[in-house]
C-alpha cells in the first residue's frame, strides 16, 4: 500500500521513561510506576523497574504516558499561506499538543486537486514534518463542486482521503459519483456539511444569544438537514463516509440512526464544540469566538458530550485553523472563519470534560487516537512492546495559561486566556522526539 | 480581550446599554433634563467641556445622530472633529483598526463612532485611549437611542417602570429593538415585540419580551415604538415578507390601529405610509420630533458623564452658560 503519512527523518529515539503511569485503552494497560523502554523508536520492554544501562533517562514520576494523539482535521495553509502556518510551525504545534500523527486538508492555495501540488507537499512533509503528516486531496476540482479530482491518481501519489472541507459538496449527483468512484482508491470522503441556503447570512448559532446580539444565525439545520441527506447518499451507495466537525444535536440524532442502520459513517467534533457554547461569542471578539461550524447552545455541547461518550461521535478533531491578525482584528462579521487548536485540545478535553467527570480519560484518549486512526486505516498508536513510540507524556495536574508565544504561527486560539490543566511534556512520534519539555538524566544514571 | 466596559471602570465608554445600570441611566436622563433647561435659554453653550476633544467617527450614513452628537459637543465648548468614511483613508482601503490608530494620535478625550460591523465599537476600544461611545454598530446596539427614547417616555409620561411597550417592525435587523429592550427591561417597562413571524428573531424570548404577530395587540401598549421597514428586506433571494403592500396592510401603524391615549415613537428616518401612516407619524400623540430634541441634551449628557466624575447631577456652576458669571463672585471669569 501505498505509503500515506510523511515525517522528516530523525534519530530515532533511544530512552527509559521511568515510574509513570501509563494508559493505554487499546492495550488495555493502567498501571502506576511503570518504565517504558524505547530502543531506536520501537517500545522494547514495559514493566517497574527496568534496568538499561547506556540509555538516556526521563524521570516520569508523577506523568502519565498516553498513546500519541491522532488528528484527522487540520489546515497547515500551505502551500499559499505560508504566514499563517507551514508545515513545520503547524507540525511542532501537533507534537507539542501529544499529537503523533495529522491529517490536513487539501483547501490551499493552490487546491490540492492535482498530483503536482500533492507531491510537493509530501516533499516538503519529508523535510519539515516532526510528525507523521497526511494530505487529503480535494473531491472536486478547485473545490468547487463541478468535476472529481482524477483520485485514482491521488491515491497512487499518497493521498490520504478526499474531502473539499471548507465547502460543502453542494450537489447530491455529484457526492454520489464521488463515493462511487473513490471505490477503487479504498479512500474515505470527509464531508463538511453545510446546506448554503440555510446557512446564509448566518455569522453564529442561531438561537437567544444570536438574537440578543444581532449578528445574523446559523441555525443548526443547516448542518444537519446535509448529513441528513448524505447518510442516506451513503446507504444507497453503501458506502463508508466520515463527517467533519460534528456541532449540532440534531446532527448527532441523524448519525445515532445511520449507525444503527448499518451505515459505515465515522464522525469527529471539535475540542471548542465540546467545551465551549454560543455564550463565548458575546464578547464579540472573532479571534476566539468566529468559526464555522459555530459554537452552539449548551444543549448542542450536552449531546455532543452524549456522543463522544457512546461512540456516536468516533473523533475529537482539531479543525486547527490559523489565520493571520489582520482577518481577525475587525469587526465580528468581517472576520475570517476557524481557531488553532492543536496545542490547546487535549488540555481543553482534560480540563472541561474529564476533570469535571463527565467522560472517561480512557474514551477520551480512545476518540483522540484509536478512533481518528481507525476511521482513516492509520496504523493505532499503543504503548504496547514492539510497537513504534508514539506517545505523549502528560502532567495532568500542571495547569497552564493559554497565551503566546504558540508553536504555532497564528495566535486564534479558542482558549486564549483560560487556566487549563495538563501539559505536554514529551511527545514520541514515530520513533522520535518530537517535543520535549522535560530534564534528561545523565546516561545510565539512575 | 476584555470588551466589557462598564461605565463605571477607570476609562468608561458606552458600548451597550446594558454596560450602564439603573442608577447610571437614572443620572444621565436627570443630566439631560438639567442642560434642557439651559437649552431655553438665549445663550445655549456651556463651558463645561472646554479643552476637551471629541471625534465622531461615522462609517455609514447618518442625520440625527451624527448633526445631535456634534451639536452636543460644541454645546459643551468640547473641540470637534467629525469624519465621514467617504472622503476618508476609509476609501483607500484603510483598516477600522489603522483609521483610529491614526485618531488616537491626536489625543481625542471621546470617540464616538458609527460602524456597520457589530462589535466595532467594542473592538476599538482595544486600540485607543479615548473614551468610545458607540453611535450603532450594525445590528447590535445603539444605546443613545435607547437613553434618549427612555427620556422622551419619561417626559412625557412621568416614569418608565410599569409602562407597557409595543415594539413594532422589523426587529430582527434593528440595533434600535436590541438597546431598547435591554434599557426598558432594565428600567421597569414590559415590551411586547409585534411584527411578521421571519423578522422577530429566534430565542429572542430570552430578553424577557412577549412575542406576537397580530397588530392588533397594540391595544395593550402605552407606547407603540414603530420600527423603519427598509427596503432591502423585500429583495428577492431575502423573503423576509412577500411585499410591502402586505407588510403595510397586515403591520403598518394606521389611525384606526391606535388610540389617542397612546404616545407614538419612531427612531426615524420615517417611512411614510409604510410602517407609519402619515396621519399617525402628525398626530399630537405623536414624539417623534420630541425624540429627535431629546437626541441633543441626552448626547450632552452622556458626553459630560463621561469626561467627569460620576458624582451625580451636574450643579449650578455647571450648568452657568458661556460669558455668565458666578453668583458666589460676581465678574469673575468662569474657568
Known amino acids: 500500500m501505498t505509503v500515506r503519512l510523511h515525517k522528516t527523518p530523525a534519530a530515532p529515539a533511544t530512552l527509559l521513561i521511568s515510574g509513570g503511569r501509563v494508559v493505554d485503552p487499546g492495550s488495555g494497560l493502567d498501571g502506576e510506576r511503570l518504565d517504558v523502554l524505547v530502543r531506536e523508536g520501537t517500545i522494547t520492554e514495559i514493566g517497574p523497574g527496568l534496568e538499561a544501562t547506556g540509555v538516556e533517562r526521563v524521570d516520569a514520576r508523577g506523568l502519565t504516558l498516553l498513546p500519541g494523539l491522532v488528528d484527522p482535521h487540520v489546515h497547515l495553509r500551505t502551500p ?14 501537533a507534537a507539542a499538543g501529544g499529537f503523533v500523527a495529522i491529517l490536513a486538508m487539501p483547501n490551499t492555495n493552490p487546491v490540492v486537486d492535482s498530483a503536482q501540488v500533492l507531491d510537493s507537499l509530501v516533499l516538503r512533509a519529508g523535510e519539515e514534518a516532526v510528525v507523521a503528516t497526511g494530505f487529503f486531496a480535494a473531491i472536486s476540482t478547485g473545490q468547487a463542486g463541478a468535476r472529481l479530482v482524477e483520485m485514482a491518481e491521488l491515491a497512487d501519489r499518497g493521498a490520504a482521503g478526499f474531502s473539499d472541507d471548507g465547502n460543502p459538496v453542494e450537489r447530491a449527483a455529484l457526492l454520489r459519483r464521488a463515493l462511487q468512484y473513490s471505490r477503487i482508491t479504498g479512500l474515505k470522503l470527509s464531508l463538511h456539511e453545510e446546506d448554503m441556503s440555510l446557512a446564509a447570512g448566518g455569522q453564529m448559532h442561531e438561537g437567544a444569544v444570536s438574537a440578543e446580539l ?26 463508508p463516509l466520515h463527517l467533519c466537525h460534528v456541532s449540532a444535536a440534531e446532527s448527532v440524532a441523524e448519525i445515532r440512526q445511520a449507525k444503527e442502520l448499518g451505515v459505515a459513517v465515522t464522525a ?59 482577518e481577525k482584528e475587525v469587526p465580528f462579521e468581517e472576520a475570517a472563519n476557524g481557531v488553532i487548536g492543536l496545542e490547546t485540545a487535549f488540555s481543553a478535553v482534560y480540563t472541561h470534560l474529564v476533570a469535571p467527570g463527565l467522560v472517561s480519560l480512557s474514551t477520551i484518549v480512545e476518540r483522540m487516537s484509536t478512533g481518528p486512526a481507525a476511521a482513516f486505516g492509520l496504523d493505532a498508536p499503543a504503548i504496547r512492546v514492539g510497537a513504534p513510540a508514539n506517545l505523549g507524556a502528560w502532567d495532568l495536574a500542571a495547569d497552564w495559561l493559554v497565551e503566546p508565544p504558540y508553536a504555532s504561527r497564528s495566535t486564534n486560539c479558542a482558549f486564549a486566556g483560560q487556566l487549563l490543566h495538563a501539559t505536554c511534556r514529551l511527545t514520541l512520534a514515530a520513533g522520535t522526539v518530537a517535543h520535549r519539555v522535560i530534564e534528561v538524566a545523565e546516561v545510565g544514571e539512575r | ?22 442608577a447610571a441611566v437614572q443620572r444621565i436622563l436627570d443630566t439631560a433634563e438639567g442642560f434642557q433647561s439651559v437649552m431655553r435659554r ?18 455609514e450614513s447618518s442625520t440625527r445622530t451624527s448633526s445631535s452628537f ?3 459637543a460644541k454645546r459643551l465648548s468640547a473641540d470637534t472633529m467629525s469624519l465621514k468614511a467617504s472622503g476618508s483613508s476609509v476609501d483607500k482601503g484603510e483598516s477600522l483598526k489603522d483609521t483610529i490608530l491614526t485618531l488616537t494620535a491626536y489625543d481625542p478625550d471621546v470617540i464616538v463612532i458609527r460602524h456597520a460591523g457589530i462589535g466595532s465599537a467594542a473592538m476599538i476600544t482595544r486600540h485607543t485611549d479615548a ?64 411584527g411578521p413571524p421571519t423578522l422577530i428573531p429566534r430565542g429572542i424570548e430570552a430578553m424577557g419580551v412577549t412575542v406576537s404577530y397580530d397588530i392588533a395587540d397594540l391595544g395593550h401598549a402605552d407606547v407603540v415604538y414603530i420600527l423603519r421597514m427598509q427596503r432591502e428586506r423585500m429583495d428577492e433571494g431575502a423573503n423576509y415578507v412577500p411585499s410591502l403592500r402586505e407588510y403595510s396592510a397586515r403591520w403598518g401603524v394606521t389611525p384606526d390601529r391606535v388610540r389617542p391615549d397612546q404616545l407614538v415613537m419612531h427612531p426615524g428616518p420615517i417611512n411614510r405610509g409604510v410602517e407609519i401612516a402619515g396621519a399617525v407619524a402628525d398626530a399630537a400623540n405623536s414624539r417623534i420630533i420630541e425624540q429627535v430634541r431629546a437626541g441633543l441634551v441626552v448626547r450632552m449628557a452622556v458626553l459630560y458623564d463621561l469626561l467627569t466624575e460620576p458624582a451625580g ?19 469673575q471669569e468662569v474657568a
Open chain 2, 42 to 59: 438665549d445663550v445655549k453653550k456651556l463651558p463645561t467641556l472646554r479643552g476637551r476633544t471629541v471625534m465622531t467617527v461615522f462609517f
Open chain 1, 80 to 93: 499559499g499561506d505560508e504566514d499563517e502556518e507551514d508545515i513545520a510551525s503547524g507540525t511542532r504545534a
Open chain 2, 313 to 331: 447631577t451636574p450643579g449650578e456652576s455647571a450648568l452657568r452658560v458661556v460669558g455668565e458669571p458666578e453668583p458666589a463672585a460676581a465678574g
Open chain 1, 268 to 326: 469527529e467534533v471539535t475540542p471548542h464544540h465540546l467545551c465551549l457554547t454560543d455564550r463565548a461569542v458575546a464578547a464579540l471578539d472573532p479571534a476566539t469566538a468566529k468559526m464555522n461550524p459555530p459554537l452552539r447552545s449548551a444543549a448542542d455541547r450536552a449531546a455532543l458530550i452524549d456522543a463522544v461518550s457512546d461512540g456516536t461521535l468516533d473523533c475529537i478533531a482539531t479543525d486547527h485553523a490559523p489565520h493571520r491578525a489582520e
Open chain 2, 131 to 194: 473614551h468610545v461611545v458607540n453611535a450603532g454598530d450594525g445590528k447590535h446596539q445603539h444605546p443613545t437611542q435607547c437613553l434618549l427614547d427612555l427620556y422622551t417616555m419619561r417626559a412625557a409620561l412621568g416614569r418608565i417602570a410599569g409602562l407597557q411597550v409595543a415594539i413594532v417592525g422589523d426587529v430582527l435587523h434593528s440595533r434600535v429593538a436590541r438597546s431598547n429592550i435591554i434599557g426598558l427591561t432594565m428600567m421597569g417597562a414590559q415590551v411586547t415585540l409585534i
Open chain 1, 214 to 239: 444581532g449578528l445574523g444565525g446559523h441555525p443548526s439545520i443547516a448542518e444537519s438537514v446535509m448529513i441528513g441527506r448524505d447518510l442516506q447518499i451513503a446507504r444507497h451507495e453503501n458506502a
Open chain 2, 70 to 72: 456634534e451639536l452636543a
Open chain 2, 1 to 22: 480581550m476584555d470588551t466589557q466596559h462598564p461605565l463605571t471602570a477607570e476609562r468608561r465608554h458606552l458600548i451597550a446599554i446594558g454596560d450602564l445600570d439603573r
